[in-house]
């Protein structure tokens, strides 16, 4: 019987089954709170933990879905030139607003990393974790950092960041659709851009362009960054 | 067939880009060189959105999923996790707001000034 939960069918099935239970429950509910991934990951856990499944043995199926990742993040590439146009009419801001927002972002999670004396393996992990999940994870696995690790805190950012996203738009008046979608997207990736697009449809298109770019411009600074 | 295709071409070029990445002198994340790639071929016309379209549609509106079997992976680190999770927790909260603000603020003053030197130009 052990045996077969090695079979790679189980793992894929299993992440399938548990992530249409998260979608169901999230459409049902409509709380931020209730996202299907994080529903989903507690799911698996459980199972995992109550039949003594081994991690290695979820993972032969879960690595299928896995390499899906690295096509997924070249897929954005047809996002950002489906929206090509806006990009063109607004790149100074694009521009500005994803640098900033990236240095932002690595230096706050830089330095409260060394308030708290965090170690170097889990500040490598964190510190890319305001982009979107397959980019972080090659960052931080490049500077020694614990993938896993990177994985929750970047699934924390973007349920944080599409919960109060709502709030800081109301807090610091952001009037300007442009900017409310760029800020989301640039602090929250792609859980905060199905937040972004429910509010509206250029606050969703800027924010899936920031994914893309904060994506490339964290990159291009953590290859500087030696920490 | 179509799909078919369309997953030949996509995973082929994450094939090139690993390639690429292993090339050049420098660490740089594969899965980028093949967002970058792709955005190349698109604009220069070399291929056109038909060719990938449904395959890009899939992989773009199923994203979280790929995250998942990552994610259970957790459940391996419980210590450092344990020993982590109040800063970790911290951590997120602060910088998501910051990083929000900064880019929210930053974006408003650039079109801010934008449409000042529209008006005096």
């Known amino acids: 019987m052990a045996d077969l939960f090695a079979s790679p069918f189980f793992g894929v099935a299993l992440s399938i089954l548990a992530f249409w239970i998260g979608v169901k429950i999230q459409k049902k509910t409509r709380l931020a709170v209730c996202n299907p991934l994080l529903i989903a990951s507690i799911l698996v856990i459980c199972i995992l933990l109550v039949f003594r499944i081994p991690y290695a043995d979820y993972n032969r199926g879960g690595e299928l879905i896995t390499l899906f990742l690295s096509p997924a993040t070249a897929a954005l590439a047809v996002s950002i030139y489906n929206k090509i146009r806006l990009l063109r009419k607004n790149w100074l801001p694009v521009l500005v607003g994803c640098t900033i927002g990236s240095l932002v972002s690595m230096g706050s999670v830089l330095l409260m990393c060394r308030i708290f004396g965090l170690?170097?393996?889990?500040?490598?992990?964190?510190?890319?974790?305001?982009?979107?999940?397959?980019?972080?994870?090659?960052?931080?696995?490049?500077?020694?950092?614990?993938?896993?690790?990177t994985v929750v805190a970047v699934c924390i950012t973007g349920i944080l960041g599409s919960i109060i996203s709502p709030f800081l738009i109301r807090l610091l008046r952001v009037k300007n659709p442009v900017a409310a979608g760029l800020a989301i997207g640039a602090s929250s990736h792609a859980v905060g851009t199905s937040k972004a697009l429910e509010i509206g449809e250029t606050e969703g298109a800027m924010s899936g362009l920031a994914i893309g770019v904060c994506g490339l411009i964290t990159v291009l600074f953590s290859m500087f960054l030696s920490y | 067939?179509?799909?078919?295709?369309?997953?030949?071409?996509?995973?082929?070029?994450?094939?090139?880009s690993e390639v690429v990445a292993s090339l050049l002198p420098f660490s740089f994340p594969a899965s980028v060189i093949a967002m970058l790639l792709l955005l190349l071929l698109l604009l220069t016309g070399l291929l056109k959105l038909e060719h990938i379209r449904e395959k890009a549609d899939f992989l773009l509106a199923n994203m979280?999923?790929?995250?998942?079997?990552?994610?259970?992976?957790?459940?391996?680190?419980?210590?450092?996790?344990?020993?982590?999770?109040?800063?970790?927790?911290?951590?997120?909260?602060?910088s998501t707001v910051l990083t929000f603000a900064a880019t929210a603020l930053s974006v408003r003053a650039t079109l801010h000034l934008l449409e000042r030197r529209k008006h005096h130009g």
């Open chain 1, 119 to 149: 170690d170097e393996a889990a500040t490598a992990s964190l510190l890319p974790k305001s982009v979107t999940t397959s980019i972080a994870v090659s960052v931080a696995e490049a500077h020694g950092g614990i993938p896993s690790f």
């Open chain 2, 1 to 16: 067939m179509k799909i078919f295709y369309q997953i030949g071409i996509i995973f082929g070029l994450c094939w090139v």
């Open chain 2, 64 to 94: 979280a999923i790929f995250f998942l079997p990552s994610l259970v992976g957790i459940m391996e680190y419980t210590d450092i996790l344990q020993q982590y999770l109040l800063p970790l927790l911290l951590i997120c909260a602060v």
